[in-house]
């Protein structure tokens, strides 16, 4: 069936697999016809799937350097850009970011917008730079453009502290997922998940991440936009709800009117379990200041073009060119399912708001609500929970109470979808998860055995001994962050954020201005960095241990303070000392021209 | 002046363009986003919430596919194109 070179084949095999899965899913709707248990029908889609990514992981397997660390630079445009969407939407963009839009409307939609703008910089500003210079890694990059092991050193230990901060909450979102849908409890199903993402990561590296990445991407996006489609035709708000849902938003406003926004009593809440909320805030007007909106924004953007997992998928195109186009067709994936996330919040809210759908339970009888079966379900998931505060009775907007995750994994069970479609969701999320904790376990392991143990430890290693040190680092750095997320200290969201203000505190100048700037020299580098992520790091600590902070800089943007004073020291540090040698300037003439031969070679 | 430098600077001048687009779509609107939100935008959602869920996003996509074809015009322009295709 498939004949010749596998990447001239990618169209038919990837056109086979969505075909296959597709087919799968039919097949799992008629055995639920027939009677097929909603607990075996999630065990077999997420074991389905994490199947064939570890089929893909094995057949990727290699023994070459370039091919593990950027899979042998040949991976087209579109699929890069597929890929690199899979690694970019973790389990939180997923799970929790609907959730967050339902609850928190315009201020938590920053995120929305500094998630994709980033994205301008990182075509305008990096990635085809990076691409020319031919590193493997980041802190390559950093190394090589600044010169002497210091510099390096600082960019692994950048990379560490934001690449570890995100990929223990994407292990802890797959050990969610695998405990919800094979039954099995948290701390188990934490294991579990890795597993299955070292299985497709460890013989191939950066070439068996690539290819089941863009599988990934597949399932995600089918499982994402299939409900939001379906629920959008089942309660007529229209075929396509994007460019549809205008009377729903504007109903929602008017219903928000007509209830009001409550507020509990402290007394009331404490009632609630932890981690759920209630509608407080409009879901369409302005709720945020300018300031919070766009630092939040600016935040996530600069981040955005300094996470070291996201630029070194732009080192495996084929070309600078290819580099480019490859960004947009990026941001053009992600886009599907990020501009989908609100239609989702709408219609999962409008669902349950508005008396006058079957759906809708504010204004219902307490007892009424309490009998409906997702109601049961949820609540003992404890994802949902009513309480009649003012004891007319009746179910007020102020009285409902729903976790962030049940905008996703709930709303097709309330809209009365099948099951079969809550098992596709369970299956997308992990997905999710696994493309993005694979990309970071790949960059740190990476990082370390590239530019730690062989750039500066062991030069003279030989490839076969680097790569297995690679493979070592990668287990170790996983089962670290599994036994982490075992434990569960932060919330899942939270961290994700924190990881992007690491990365901008430390890398977002130092790497700018690598290509930008040619009087920017090793010893303004190096400050840069280290004043960056400890100033950055410092404020965060100060302001959770109860500091006021200035500016309207929170500890959700502290990236905004960290990379601020990084680019201060660096460029005061780079005029008071000498500035780059001959050989230096020219190697930055270089970068700065796609045509003719990478700075680094083929094999490093 | 060397071909090298001028390729640059034409370089550094599309950059500049696409970051005031950039600018303008993800900061610059939203410094107006209470009184904007009064207008009725495409498709009759209020305008900074559409921009904050559509709007901005695919603005970012195209700017991105128009950058690049920029870039690789200037490229060609000055002879530092790669040879080869992708």
Redesign the interface.
């Known amino acids: 069936m498939i004949k010749g070179n596998f990447i001239d084949n990618l169209p038919k095999v990837y056109g086979i697999y969505t075909g296959g899965f597709l087919a799968f899913i039919i097949i799992m709707a008629i055995a639920e016809q027939m009677g097929m248990s909603a607990k075996a029908i999630g065990i077999c889609f997420v074991a389905f799937t994490v199947a064939i990514y570890a089929i893909i992981g094995y057949l990727s397997r290699t023994a070459q350097a370039d091919a593990y660390y950027v899979a042998g630079r040949q991976v ?2 579109v699929f890069n850009g597929m890929a690199t969407a899979a690694d970019w939407m973790s389990g939180a963009s997923f799970v929790a970011m609907a959730g967050g839009i339902y609850f928190k409307g ?1 201020g938590y ?2 995120l ?3 998630w ?2 980033g ?3 990182v ?3 990096l990635a ?1 730079y990076l691409r020319k210079f031919g590193c493997y890694t980041v802190p390559d990059f950093i190394g090589t453009r600044y010169g002497g092991n210091l510099s390096r050193l600082m960019a692994v230990i950048v990379l560490t502290v934001a690449s570890f901060t995100y990929v223990t909450a994407q292990i802890n979102a797959t050990g969610t997922i695998a405990s919800v849908a094979l039954d099995i409890p948290f701390q188990y199903a934490v294991y579990v998940g890795l597993i299955s993402i070292l299985l497709c990561s460890m013989l191939g590296g950066m070439r068996g991440v690539t290819w089941t990445q863009v599988a990934q991407y597949i399932v995600l996006i089918i499982a994402y936009l299939l409900p939001v489609f379906w629920i959008s035709n089942k309660i007529g708000a229209g075929f396509f709800p ?6 729903e ?2 109903r929602i406003a008017e219903l928000e009117a007509q209830f009001g926004f409550v507020k509990n009593s402290a007394e009331n809440l404490k009632e609630v379990p932890k981690g759920l909320a209630g509608i407080t805030k409009a879901h ?3 709720n ?1 200041t ?1 300031w919070a ?2 630092s939040l ?2 935040a996530m ?1 600069m981040g955005t073009a300094s996470l070291p997992h996201v630029m070194m998928r732009y080192f495996t ?6 580099a ?2 490859s ?2 067709w990026s ?2 994936f992600i ?1 599907l399912l ?2 989908s ?3 989702l919040a709408t219609l999962s809210k409008l669902s349950l708001m508005d008396p006058t759908l079957s759906t809708g339970i504010i204004g219902k009888s307490v007892a009424e609500v309490q009998a409906i079966d997702w109601y049961q379900n949820w609540n003992q998931a404890n994802l949902m929970f009513i309480s009649d505060f003012n004891g007319n009775g009746t179910v007020e907007l102020n009285e409902f109470f729903m976790g962030g995750k049940a905008v996703v994994l709930a709303t097709p069970e309330i809209a009365g979808l099948p099951y079969v479609i809550s098992g596709l969701v369970a299956a997308g999320g992990m997905a999710a998860a696994m493309s993005t904790a694979d990309g970071l376990i790949l960059a740190i392991a990476n990082a370390l055995s590239h530019d730690l143990y062989y750039k500066i430890i062991d030069p003279k290693a030989e490839t076969a001994k680097r790569l297995v040190v690679a493979r070592v680092l990668l287990v170790v750095i996983g089962f670290a962050g599994a036994t982490i997320a075992a434990m569960e200290i932060q919330g899942i969201l939270g961290s994700v954020i924190w990881a992007f203000d690491f990365a901008m505190s430390g890398l977002f100048f130092p790497l700018v201005l690598g290509v930008w700037w040619k009087r920017a020299n090793k010893e303004g580098a190096i400050a840069g960095m280290a004043l960056g992520l400890i100033s950055g790091a410092g404020y965060l600590i100060w302001v959770r241990s109860g500091g006021s902070g200035f500016l309207g800089i929170t500890q959700l943007t502290f990236g905004i303070f960290g990379s601020a004073v990084s680019l201060v020291a660096m460029v005061v540090v780079s005029l008071i000392t000498a500035e780059p040698n001959a050989a230096t300037q020219k190697m930055v ?1 270089e970068v ?4 003719g031969k990478s700075i680094l070679g083929k094999q490093h | 002046m060397s071909k ?1 430098a001028q ?2 600077e034409k ?1 550094r001048g ?2 500049m363009v ?2 005031a687009i ?1 600018f303008v ?3 610059g609107i ?5 009184e904007m ?1 009064e207008v009725t935008g495409p ?4 305008l ?2 559409w ?4 709007g ?3 603005i ?2 195209i ?3 128009w ?2 074809n920029r ?2 015009k200037i ?1 060609e322009e000055f ?6 295709d ?1």
Not at chain 1, 592 to 595: A, C, E, G, N
Not at chain 2, 51 to 54: G, H, K, L, N, P
């Open positions: 087209p445009t315009y939609m920053a929305l917008v500094g994709t703008g994205y301008v910089l075509a305008s500003l085809p994007h460019f549809m849902l205008a009377d938003v504007s369409s007007a302005v945020a300018p909106f766009i924004a600016l953007m195109t084929p070309s600078v060119k290819a480019r186009k960004v947009g941001l053009f886009f990020y501009s996330a609100p239609m003439d700065r021209v796609p045509s | 090298q390729h640059w370089t599309l950059l696409t970051l950039w779509f993800s900061i939203f410094l107006f986003g209470a939100n498709f009759g959602y209020p900074t919430y921009f904050t869920c559509q901005s996003l695919g970012f996509v700017l991105i596919f950058f690049a870039q690789e490229d002879g530092f194109s790669e040879r080869g992708d």
